[in-house]
């Protein structure tokens, strides 16, 4: 089993970039899909994007599409959000989640969770 930890989060200007990423412990890392989320104050927790264990197939929801770009590096354990041109409704906890078999955009299916990143965006 995995155990996860983002970083990277933290107050930037309407516009500016951000790269999240999640360091994963375990040697079993390239077994897993990785999902990013995010919680916004008062509201749910919901899909950013997602990576399959080998890279090769993406997700995005439709509102980060063309704003965001997941990547994972399986030899440093650590899989990535690049964010840019970020907005303040971009504004949220950031999570990433892990499971084994394929990625998907259902948050339910994600068994193991990070403790999340902050991320703030001011206009």
């Known amino acids: 089993q995995v155990q996860l930890v983002e970083s990277g989060g933290g107050l930037v200007q309407a516009g500016g970039s951000l790269r999240l990423s999640c360091a994963a412990s375990g040697r079993t890392f390239s077994n897993y899909a990785m999902g990013w989320f995010r919680q916004a104050p008062g509201k749910e927790r919901e899909f950013v994007a997602s990576i399959s264990s080998g890279g090769g197939t993406t997700y995005y929801a439709d509102s980060v599409k063309g704003q965001c770009t997941i990547s994972r590096d399986n030899a440093k354990n650590t899989v990535y959000l690049q964010m840019n041109s970020l907005k303040p409704e971009d504004t949220a906890v950031y999570y990433c989640?892990?499971?084994?078999?394929?990625?998907?955009?259902?948050?339910?299916?994600?068994?193991?969770w990070g403790q999340g990143t902050q991320v703030t965006v001011s206009s």
């Open positions: 989640a892990a499971r084994p078999f394929g990625a998907t955009t259902n948050l339910g299916t994600y068994a193991i």
